[in-house]
């Protein structure tokens, strides 16, 4: 592939506040239960893949790279998969876990229309591969509490973290993270198969595929289990290249 162009899209375009989702971790709870509210205003008409993707190969692009999903948790594609439960950070109290049904796509924002779809048939159509960026964690999907510096922590965060997730998350929270209850193993079930959902959905309707960057990890305890869905991706498209980006091994 050699030269091409790499592009993060997404809620974080709106604020452009930093570096994609990351500035979510500092910012204050008003703020966060607004940001998660922001795909409510998303609709960028002037969007045109087929221009996007001209424009890279008259500059000579073999590929691009696009963020399918960043920390923050929205799709920027038509996943099927529900979200069961996020955060309500202003609730009374304090924040709380709260019960949700929505698939927190694109397809529930003003545009609704498949990102990921206009651009992988615009890149078909010249020959242009494709690199979807991927995010193991996800912010807004309380079930994916704690790995990486998850905003919802929990009592046994310890013990599910890497130890440089554990340093990371101290930094990033200093002595005062959320802490919610524990995940129980129905939600730890229920992340592994949206997780392993979504990425199928990636490699098995948009065609072919030349590489998805993975990133982060969801920790020792469930390596088993996502194992078992990068074997699935290697099943569905042989030929794909997958990027291990900041994994840790088990």
């Known amino acids: 592939m050699k030269f091409g162009v790499r592009l993060h899209w997404g809620l974080y375009s709106i604020w452009h506040r930093g570096r994609e989702s990351w500035p979510f971790l500092n910012m204050s709870l008003e703020d966060r239960q607004q940001y998660n509210e922001l795909f409510k205003t998303w609709n960028p008409v002037g969007f045109d893949a087929d221009e996007w993707e001209s424009l890279f190969q008259e500059s000579g692009m073999k590929m691009f790279a696009f963020t399918s999903k960043h920390h923050e948790g929205l799709s920027m594609f038509d996943t099927k998969t529900r979200v069961c439960q996020r955060a309500n950070w202003t609730a009374s109290g304090g924040p709380k876990i709260e ?28 020959n242009i591969k494709i690199d979807l960026y991927f995010s193991h964690p996800d912010w807004y999907d309380a079930d994916f509490r704690p790995y990486v510096q998850h905003p919802l922590q929990v009592p046994s965060s310890a013990t599910l973290l890497t130890e440089v997730d554990v340093r990371r998350t101290q930094q990033t929270y200093g002595g005062n993270p959320v802490i919610v209850p524990d995940p129980s193993p129905a939600e730890v079930k229920r992340m592994m198969e949206r997780h392993r959902a979504q990425l199928v959905e990636l490699l098995t309707n ?9 990133d982060m990890y969801l920790g020792p305890s469930v390596w088993a289990e996502l194992r078992k869905t990068v074997l699935k991706l290697r099943e569905l498209q042989p030929n794909v290249m997958l990027r291990n980006r900041h994994w840790q091994l088990w």
């Open 206 to 214: 948009y065609g072919e595929i030349n590489m998805l960057c993975l």
């Open 99 to 126: 019960s949700c049904d929505l698939a927190y796509s694109i397809m529930e924002t003003p545009f609704r229309r498949d990102v990921i779809k206009e651009l992988s048939d615009a890149a078909h159509k010249r």
